[in-house]
């Protein structure tokens, strides 16, 4: 890794109707990084994604590295409550059908 990771925590995404579990790891770079799994010779493995903003909007712009973050999904929508460590907290509703806040 090129970052100092800070946490580690799982979530689904919705991709198409079906849902996926993906990894996201907070680092000391300001960002969120997003692990998907792949198939590489008949075994599983998991790569990061390069925008984990696409799939996860409510991670632009964050000011500060995040060193906490909690995702409960529900149907098609998830709520995203997250703490960084110059003390700014967000909690973010996404509708998972089109990744809008």
Do not use: W
Request: glycine share 4%; charged share 20%.
């Amino acid at each position: 890794l090129k970052f100092t990771p800070f946490q580690l925590t799982h979530t689904q995404i919705m991709i198409g109707d079906d849902y996926e579990t993906v990894f996201l790891l907070s680092g000391d770079d300001l960002k969120v990084h997003l692990y998907r799994k792949v198939l590489r010779n008949d075994e599983v493995c998991f790569q990061e994604e390069h925008s984990v903003t696409t799939l996860f909007p409510e991670f632009q712009d964050i000011s500060s590295s995040v060193t906490y973050m909690d995702i409960l999904v529900s149907g098609t929508q998830r709520i995203t409550a997250f703490g960084c460590q110059n003390g700014y907290i967000r909690c973010v509703q996404t509708d998972l059908t089109n990744n809008t806040v």
